[in-house]
């Protein structure tokens, strides 16, 4: 099977969401079934049918997380050599061509691509276009409204 690359960091959040709930979310939820089920009949009971699915919903994102943390390869940038290449988990300064506008990515694992934060998706036509590249190179980036012209002005492995 394929390992999926993940960043350090992105590994680490999961591990914590993961430990949260296994140690704070399963014994509420398991308190608090057992307090619905005090009030008698199941059948009407709104608490026990609500804490019953949050804890499905619980039980499948523990299982989603340690399926995501089997097939992923965990790869520590700051632990590579800095070659200045664009390589994953690289911090990537951009400098639009056209609007004179600088962005800075992060390149990361699928599950972990968060465009808010400015994490980019490895398999994203943005990585895709950097990855192999370093600092001064021009690389143009296929985007929905049309291709964009970007110079590299700086790659960090932080």
């Known amino acids: ?17 993961l430990n949260r709930l296994k140690k704070d979310e399963r014994p509420r939820i398991t308190e608090a079934i057992a ?17 019953r699915e949050q804890q499905g919903l619980v039980e499948a994102r ?14 520590d940038v700051t632990k590579l050599p800095d070659n200045g290449k664009v390589v994953f988990g690289a911090t990537v300064t951009l400098l639009n061509l056209d609007t004179e506008d600088e962005v800075t990515y992060k390149i990361v694992g699928n599950e972990e691509a968060d465009i808010k934060h400015n994490k980019v998706s490895v398999s994203s036509p943005m990585a895709r276009a950097l990855i192999g590249k370093e600092e001064g190179d021009e690389v143009q980036v296929q985007a929905p409204g049309g291709n964009i012209d970007y110079e590299i002005v700086e790659v960090q492995y932080i």
Request: glycine share 6%.
């Open 1 to 17: 099977m394929n390992k999926h690359p993940m960043t350090k960091e992105g590994a680490d959040a999961l591990k914590e969401e």
């Open 35 to 51: 307090e619905a089920r005090e009030h008698g009949d199941l059948k009407e009971n709104a608490e026990y049918h609500a804490a």
């Open 62 to 75: 523990i299982k989603q997380i340690e399926g995501i943390l089997s097939h992923s390869q965990v790869i």
